[in-house]
């Protein structure tokens, strides 16, 4: 039998006020992999994510050139829209193993819908514009009706939830400057919202109101943007490079603590910067197939580099159009983006509740990451589908699997602290579906 002492609760407090910080940190921009890791990017649209998202050369809808290359827009002719949403299933499982026995726990957080909606119009004088607002990251975990339990020992819960949602919009330019060169430039302005919490008393000498029964909801803006260029090396060979800036949100009074100075932190939480190349080859008038790689700087997010690590992306699509048909597949390989050893910080916040942050193991953030582990799967495939209605109007659909992805992490640190018999492991398993329809006009 294990005695629920003033240490006890010590420790469970310890937990619950860490994951509350934490899981807001590892739950992103999401979580989903498909294929850009937690960044939603532009695999959730209508025709890009029949192609596993690689579309960033010569993508085939107006919304993939306003929110991946902007120099792809000079490839749009006339005035074009475009309307799309996806839906994206979660499968996500929590197994804690230890002094406790076993116990699986579910994640509540399984149903998200990505909308977008985009136009382009230009001029006829290899200027063009566009427009559009999108998901660009999101997602989160809920184990508040289930909650992750430490070293499976019943009563020692984590029952928190985290989401951060960051809504885009784009305002893009793109210039032709010979007739096989094109630049382009973006402007993006995000909305990040965070919620975050704990369920349930902390201890019973701990007042519920700082630490449990507790949630914020807090929201920012950002300002970041975008540069591309493509190059069409030949009549069946384009290239296309571009950058992503840093979107900087920084969310006030998310966590409290009694260190001095008493009071409300605030925490800084930045989407990282990526860069790519990528290369369309058609084969044909009919055959498309493109190539694209992504590096995603994780390392030099704040936030976000205290537990992850910098992640390359690789992605391949192809579309055939056959009559009025368009048939596409794709797929999609990312790296594993957490650190194997994460850092004992959180950003710059200095305490949680009464307990000082630096006496955080980075165990704690293991256990979190496991909570997290959509965002690393690495395997992925598409299969997407289109019709011209007419020459002016298109519809498109898509689906998306990634594949069971599994994620195990150790915590001798806590185990030493909480004087268990036996070692703790916690093990993720994560499974993502997603689905989505949209229609192109031409105007």
């Known amino acids: 039998m294990y005695r629920r002492g003033?240490?006890?609760?010590?420790?469970?407090?310890?937990f619950s006020v860490c994951l509350t910080a934490l899981a807001a940190t590892l739950t992103h921009h999401n979580v989903l992999a498909l294929p850009t890791g937690a960044n939603l990017a532009i695999s959730m649209k209508p025709v890009s994510g029949g192609m596993s998202g690689a579309a960033y050369t010569l993508p085939q809808e107006v919304s993939a050139a306003v929110f991946g290359n902007p120099a792809a827009l000079t490839q749009f002719s006339g005035m074009q829209f475009g309307f799309g949403?996806?839906?994206?299933?979660?499968?996500?499982?929590?197994?804690?193993?230890?002094?406790?026995?076993?116990?699986?726990?579910?994640?509540?957080?399984?149903?998200?819908?990505a909308p977008d909606f985009a136009f382009s119009y230009q001029t006829g004088q290899g200027l063009a514009f566009g427009a559009g607002v999108q998901v660009g990251a999101g997602l989160g975990a809920d184990f508040r009706d289930d909650p992750i339990k430490v070293g499976a020992i019943p009563g020692m819960e984590l029952p928190f939830t985290s989401e951060l949602l960051s809504l885009n919009a784009n305002l893009s330019v793109a210039k032709q400057i010979t007739p096989a060169t094109s630049i382009g430039a973006a402007a993006t302005i995000g909305y990040g919202l965070l919620q975050m919490g704990t369920v349930g008393q902390s201890g019973p000498d701990i007042p519920t109101g700082q630490f449990g029964g507790t949630t914020s909801s807090v929201h920012d803006t950002a300002a970041g943007f975008s540069l591309g260029i493509t190059q069409q090396i030949s009549e069946r060979?384009?290239?296309?490079?571009?950058?992503?800036?840093?979107?900087?949100?920084?969310?006030?009074?998310?966590?409290?603590?009694?260190?001095?100075?008493?009071?409300?932190?605030?925490?800084?939480?930045?989407?990282?910067?990526?860069?790519?190349?990528?290369?369309?080859?058609?084969?044909?008038?009919?055959?498309?197939?493109?190539?694209?790689?992504?590096?995603?700087?994780?390392s030099e997010a704040s936030t976000y580099k205290d537990v992850y690590k910098d992640q390359t992306i690789f992605m391949i699509g192809t579309q055939y159009e056959l009559g009025n048909w368009s048939f596409r597949a794709g797929y999609s390989h990312q790296s594993n983006h957490f650190r194997d050893e994460p850092?004992?910080?959180?950003?710059?916040?200095?305490?949680?509740?009464?307990?000082?942050?630096?006496?955080?193991?980075?165990?704690?953030?293991?256990?979190?990451?496991?909570?997290?582990?959509?965002?690393?799967?690495?395997?992925?495939?598409?299969?997407?589908?289109?019709?011209?209605?007419?020459?002016?109007?298109?519809?498109?659909?898509?689906?998306?699997?990634s594949f069971e992805e599994r994620l195990t992490r150790n915590t001798p640190n806590v185990d030493i602290a909480l004087q268990l018999p036996d070692s703790s492991s916690y093990r993720a398993d994560a499974i993502v579906w997603a689905v989505g329809v949209g229609i192109g006009f031409k105007l």
């Open 6 to 14: 003033p240490r006890f609760f010590r420790i469970r407090l310890l």
């Open 237 to 298: 060979l384009t290239l296309g490079a571009l950058y992503k800036s840093k979107l900087k949100y920084t969310f006030k009074d998310v966590t409290f603590t009694s260190i001095p100075p008493k009071g409300f932190q605030t925490l800084t939480v930045e989407q990282p910067a990526e860069y790519g190349i990528g290369a369309a080859i058609t084969l044909s008038s009919l055959w498309l197939i493109e190539i694209d790689l992504m590096r995603n700087l994780w």
């Open 85 to 113: 949403a996806a839906l994206l299933k979660i499968d996500l499982k929590n197994t804690q193993t230890g002094a406790g026995g076993t116990n699986v726990s579910h994640s509540a957080a399984n149903n998200y819908a």
């Open 343 to 401: 850092n004992d910080k959180i950003d710059a916040l200095y305490g949680m509740g009464s307990i000082p942050l630096p006496f955080i193991s980075n165990d704690l953030i293991k256990i979190v990451q496991t909570a997290s582990v959509p965002t690393v799967s690495s395997k992925s495939m598409s299969l997407g589908i289109g019709y011209d209605v007419t020459p002016s109007i298109r519809i498109d659909a898509f689906g998306a699997y």
